[in-house]
């Protein structure tokens, strides 16, 4: 149980597209979905937090307006990166938990996204 | 502000010996600590988990960690690993003050020697 699934798993675009990226809890409705992004060899950085239905939670020094994330239902969010540069090339990781269940993340297997 | 360290960014082992990776958090209270293990290219997947009890917590492919409150540690162990033990392992602790985020260490990447 548990699982959670990430599309695509990887995505090459050009400059200046967008791409999106979708999050699903597979066996369980996530009231809480997180994305994050890694960098080679390095840790993951939390990007957002979403909650179903209302505006995600941006950690500082994210642009929320360059990384749109949508939370419309209870095992689905997404990640959309407007106007992709070649610096937002990266392993971007998707995590959802749920309700009461001590703080326990469930991850995606990761999207990795390169820009030409 | 919580915190997780783990000093030791890379580590091998050869096949069969034991393993110890260090983690080091910071935090007032009892801490929800984490160990996850990631393969090259794919996600995390959680080995084990310390919430309160027991200070000794056994995981999946064989793994254990034992929380020290008073050395504020959470060290991963092994008693043999495997080559398929090869991979970037990460220790976390919850954020309280921000809705269940998790706080990555650096992560420690182990290589098994043959």
């Known amino acids: 149980g548990a699982v959670v699934s990430q599309h695509p798993s990887r995505v090459i675009c050009k400059s200046g597209t967008s791409v999106k990226i979708e999050c699903r809890s597979l066996?369980?409705?996530?009231?809480?979905m997180f994305w994050y992004r890694q960098f080679p060899k390095q840790s993951l950085m939390l990007m957002a937090t979403?909650?179903?239905?209302?505006?995600?939670?941006?950690e500082q020094g994210v642009e929320k307006d360059k990384f749109l994330i949508n939370h419309a239902s209870l095992t689905l969010s997404t990640l959309t990166v407007t106007s992709a540069h070649p610096e937002d090339s990266s392993f971007y990781i998707c995590?959802?938990?749920?309700?009461?269940?001590?703080?326990?993340?469930?991850f995606g297997p990761g999207t990795r996204l390169t820009v030409t | 502000a919580q915190s997780v360290t783990q000093p030791d960014i890379h580590i091998t082992v050869s096949e069969g010996a034991s393993l110890e990776l260090r983690c080091n958090y910071s935090?007032?209270?009892?801490?929800?600590l984490f160990w996850y293990v990631q393969s090259p290219g794919q996600g995390l997947q959680l080995l084990l988990k310390?919430?309160?009890?027991?200070?000794l917590v056994q995981g999946i492919k064989g793994f254990e960690a034992e929380f020290k409150r008073s050395q504020s540690s959470f060290n991963l162990r092994k008693p043999s690993v495997h080559w398929s033990d090869a991979a970037e392992y990460f220790c976390?602790?919850?954020?309280?003050?921000?809705?269940?985020?998790?706080?990555f260490g650096s992560g420690t990447r182990l290589s098994i020697r043959p």
């Open positions: 995590s959802a938990s749920i309700s009461g269940g001590n703080h326990e993340q469930y």
């Open positions: 979403s909650n179903e239905g209302s505006k995600a939670t941006y």
């Open positions: 310390y919430f309160s009890g027991d200070t």
């Open positions: 976390a602790v919850v954020r309280y003050s921000s809705a269940s985020k998790i706080i």
């Open positions: 935090y007032g209270a009892t801490p929800y």
């Open positions: 066996d369980f409705q996530a009231t809480t």
